[in-house]
């Protein structure tokens, strides 16, 4: 009885053809290249696929503790992202900053205020009424890299799929990119932001709107650079709004 036991547990563990072929599509989706596979799997080795109909409290409920990365190290707090669950309008920026580790929350610093004053002033400016609390606001990883340092390729791939289970969730009109690692973490794009700024493009059929970071606008103080994320906004407000 026992031996039937371990067999029917075992068999209920195997994954279906289905199941693995919609795995690894939703992995390469992701452009995760390569899976790993334990000598002896069993289900719970590999990362879930985004359940249909989730909502943003079980995704958060699934992040738990996190510690899927080494990002988890130096973290005081997981910043998952915050904003109106139904928005219309999602900015992906790259990771949290001191002032965000500290709140958990996210665009809470100087670059924060600065994304909330083009939010705001845009659409005052443009004769559109919503205000940061209308839109979602998340990063492309949860916890802050040490020394606000770049994510490394594969803590934007463990992280990701938190933020393609986000995306999914809300699916908003239009997705602003707010910086060169939201851009590739989107649209594994190589191209310089320069470039790429100010067009649409799309990711899973929703069109992606790239922009300069709000920390590089106030970094460098460039009146160029300003005016044409300005822009960006203008054109990303009237077509999520009008
Ligand atoms: S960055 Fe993401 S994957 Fe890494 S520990 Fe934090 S929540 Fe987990």
Redesign the pocket.
């Known amino acids: 009885l026992a031996a039937d036991e371990d067999e029917s547990e075992t068999l209920k563990r195997r994954m279906t053809r289905e199941q693995v072929v919609e795995y690894l599509e939703f992995y390469r989706d992701l452009g995760v290249d390569f899976v790993y596979r334990r000598a002896a799997p069993t289900q719970s080795d590999l990362p879930p696929l985004a359940p249909v109909g989730e909502t943003l409290d079980q995704i958060r409920l699934d992040?738990g503790d996190?510690?899927?990365?080494r990002?988890?190290e130096a973290?005081n707090s997981?910043v998952f992202g915050s904003g109106n669950e139904h928005a219309r309008l999602v900015f992906v920026g790259e990771g949290p900053g001191a002032d965000e580790d500290e709140q958990g929350l996210p665009f809470v610093g100087r670059a924060g205020q600065l994304l909330t004053q083009m939010i705001d002033n845009t659409a005052a400016k443009e004769g559109i009424p919503i205000s940061r609390a209308d839109v979602y606001i998340c990063n492309v990883?949860?916890?802050r890299p040490p020394e606000n340092r770049t994510p490394q390729p594969d803590?934007m791939q463990?992280?990701g799929h938190?933020l393609y289970r986000q995306l999914m969730t809300i699916k908003p009109k239009a997705i602003c990119a707010l910086g060169a690692t939201a851009m590739k973490a989107l649209l594994n794009s190589k191209e310089g932001i320069t470039r790429q700024r100010g067009q649409w493009q799309k990711w899973h059929g929703i069109p992606v709107m790239v922009t300069y970071h709000p920390s590089y606008l106030l970094r460098q103080y460039n009146q160029q650079a300003r005016r044409e994320a300005w822009e960006d906004l203008k054109t990303l407000f009237h077509f999520v709004y009008d």
């Open positions: 992040i996190c510690k899927r990365c990002l988890s973290r997981i990883v949860k916890c803590e463990t992280c938190f």
